[in-house]
């Protein structure tokens, strides 16, 4: 069952849904920080593995359902992150859209080179990122037909918490739906000067190879 997030309510008498964890602060899976994007970066560190593990088995453990957030539900919410990591799958759907290298952020870029994945040639400059906005940006190399990340059917960024955005959002319950606003801002992420020396630079050091 697919997760979902539902609301907190203060009203007298409110209750929760069954089988539903909350996620609010000061507990353990609160968010420390004050943007949902903060969180986000935050919780996919490479040493947040535990916090991340600990919170899946957690919902298996107890059948969790719901998640539960004071949050509107039609606004951001650290929860849908929580989510994103819970509701991961390896279905054929899924696993075919890991074929296709997605698109991130500079700063997760920068956390692919800084932990060591990056070489040699396996990050591409790329200006062929969505059929309606046009931006250029550095993401997964494609090569023999798939995301050189993409080893025997699972993602090796996956696991160290370093899958870009667009690949933590990618779900089969979403294919063929569009999300031009996570493409806008990915895009403007790279029109910063972190996104054009990151782009500098993985154009240079890719020189020479093929």
């Known amino acids: 069952m697919m997760v979902k997030r539902v609301q907190r309510s203060r009203k007298k008498g409110a209750k929760l849904p069954p089988h539903t964890l909350c996620v609010t602060r000061p507990g353990i899976y609160g968010n420390p920080w004050e943007t949902v994007d903060e969180f986000r970066t935050w919780v996919y560190l490479p040493y947040q593995a ?18 539960a957030c004071w949050c509107p539900l039609t606004a951001e919410c650290h929860a849908d992150v929580w989510i994103e990591i819970l509701n991961s799958c390896q279905c054929h759907v899924c696993v075919d859209m890991c074929k296709w290298p997605c698109l991130g952020t500079p700063a997760e870029i920068q956390a692919i080179i800084s932990s060591g ?10 200006d062929d990122n969505h059929p309606s906005l046009d931006f250029m940006c550095v993401k997964p190399r494609r090569k023999y037909g798939k995301c050189v990340y993409l080893k025997q059917g699972k993602c090796v960024l996956h696991e160290p918490g370093l899958k870009p955005f667009e ?44």
């Open 50 to 67: 535990p916090l991340r593990e600990s919170f899946i088995a957690e919902c298996k453990q107890k059948g969790i359902e719901n998640l």
């Open 117 to 126: 994945y990056a070489f040699p040639n396996l990050l591409a400059v790329c």
């Open 167 to 210: 690949g933590r959002f990618a779900h089969h319950s979403k294919a063929g739906k569009k999300f031009t606003a996570m493409y806008r801002k990915i895009a403007k992420s790279w029109d910063t000067k972190q996104g054009r020396e990151l782009i500098a630079r993985i154009r240079a050091e890719n020189k020479g190879y093929k």
